[in-house]
């Protein structure tokens, strides 16, 4: 299982890549990360909807209601023309992070 800590930086980048093809809700969002993941990285609630709000804040996606499930309307998130150039920069932000971390990876 991957801490926490070693991927809070990098949230905001997993959630938006899932959305670059369509819109999708919490529950969806979270069951992608820990499939994709293989199980090792489970995004919990109360971080998944933190970062959908700062998200949202920063004008990086957008939300609305979609159909009722339950008896209770799901909220999905879209992504914005400025969440994918947020998601363009956190990439090569990714890449510059990762060639300097290996520096000091010994195998």
Known sequence: MISSDVIRGYHDTMILCLLLDMPSYGYEISRKIRELSSEKYII????????????EKNGYVESFYGEETNGKRR?????????????AEKCREWELTKSV????IRK
């Not at 919990?44 to 998200?55: G, M, P, Q, V």
């Not at 999905?76 to 150039?85: L, M």
């Not at 971390?101 to 000091?104: G, L, P, Q, T």
């Open 44 to 55: 919990k609630e109360t971080t998944l909807y933190s970062a959908f709000n700062r998200l």
């Open 75 to 87: 909220t999905y998130y879209n992504i914005t023309p400025a969440g994918r150039a947020y998601y």
């Open 101 to 104: 971390i290996e520096k000091f």
